[in-house]
């Protein structure tokens, strides 16, 4: 019994460059571009975890500026200096200290813009958490006509000592 002669075993397609061996550079090249694709995925990848790391982390975040609220503005009549009501409603986990500081403007004076009608700073020492307190704050100068009033800055600086803010007693304390 003659049995047929088997086909020739292929390689599984054509050769990558016929005739010649693959060159140590293109071993290079293809490591290397390789290399770089796995360290711009791993990039993205870190860069995407450090996103969601820190929004966790600042997801109750507060700000001093949240405390306060502008509740009036007006002009006095005898003076024609700005007047701001301003209320701060401590919403901060521990006693201290809010600098809130204050720009006023006329808007009467200005020339496409309203023009500068002063500063000023108002302190409000040791507010209790929870605690709310308002207070009148006059502006420097005259306005010819309406003002504006508004906080430009606010700041809190703790007055509780470290270890009445720490919610987890240290280690060294045990």
Known sequence: MQYPPYPKTSEGGPPLFPGRRMGGMTIALITVGG???????????????FAHAYGEVHADMRYPYDDVTVTSCRMDEETRRPVAG????????RRGTYT??????????GSGKDAAAGKRTLVVEDLAVGATVSERVVGPTAVLGPPECEADDVTFQSTAGAATVSPHPSPSAS
């Open 35 to 49: 290399l770089v694709a796995l360290a711009a995925v791993g990039g993205l990848v870190g860069m995407i975890l």
């Open 100 to 109: 809130v500081h204050l720009v006023f403007r006329d808007r009467a004076a």
């Open 86 to 93: 301003v209320r701060i409603t401590s919403e901060a986990a």
